[in-house]
């Protein structure tokens, strides 16, 4: 396996919104292009939160045309978007003509990302919007079936970051069983549940179709890379082998303001250092 291609969470080259570790930024969003070119980072995963929604320059011509400009520009691709939209307005929680807006807005936001050259939208099921139990997994396995098929065969990939432990995540896998359905791998979320990486790739580590790099104490928040539970040489050498062909995705713990640049670099080189690793 070659060294993977490594991009960012987008927020995380622009000073925070407020408190949020993570959202939209709305006054920064055209910088992170060559601040991303500076860092040598090859593609940015896109942010759509309900923050953000009616500001986010997907969302209308103009700003889609800048949008592409800025990814050509600057050699920096947007091939992922990350839903969070869906952790503020949950799929599968609330009365049922919250969840029929929602699917509908869902629908949307594939055919958008398709329409963008995004080839791969991450579904965050995870804090207020996890799957609690195995009716909610089924609940969003008919979901995604009907939505998939309405869309048609052009939309992007599916990827679903849960919380579920790994024969749980495996069975809901199995479920659904969508060749365009697979799985975000996040560092983080695994290491702040104790979860084990040998376990989780024996139980669905072909179906893994993308990466965010984050380091997490046991049961607690983000901190630094290598100063939490994140067993990274026993995700690298899983990943080898799976012969992951993606890219991993910078969404590590923030340095101070006006550092994002150099800290992305930082951060950068220390995941370049695991893949050069024997």
Known sequence: ?????????QGRLSPPVGPAIQAFPAAHWADEFPAAEVAGLSCIEWIYDIGGDHVNPICNGEGAARFKALQARHNVAVESLCADYFMSEPLLKGSATDRARRREKLLWLLRRSAELGISRVVLPFVDASKIEDDAM??????????????????????????????????????????PRVKVNYDSGNSSSLGYDADEEFAAYGPRIGSVHIKDRLLGAGTVPLGDGHADFPKLIRNLKSIDYQG?????????????????????????????DLD
């Open 1 to 9: 396996m070659k060294r993977p291609r490594i991009g960012i969470m």
């Open 137 to 178: 997994a089924r609940a969003l396995a008919a979901l995604l079936a009907g939505v998939i098929g309405e869309a048609g065969p052009a939309i992007p990939e599916v990827h679903l970051e849960t919380s579920l432990p790994p024969a749980r995540f495996a069975s809901l896998l199995a479920w659904i069983d969508h």
């Open 247 to 275: 890219p991993v995705i910078l969404q590590v713990a923030r340095s101070g303001p006006g550092r994002e640049t150099e800290w992305a670099i930082h951060n950068r080189r220390i995941v370049e250092s695991w893949f």
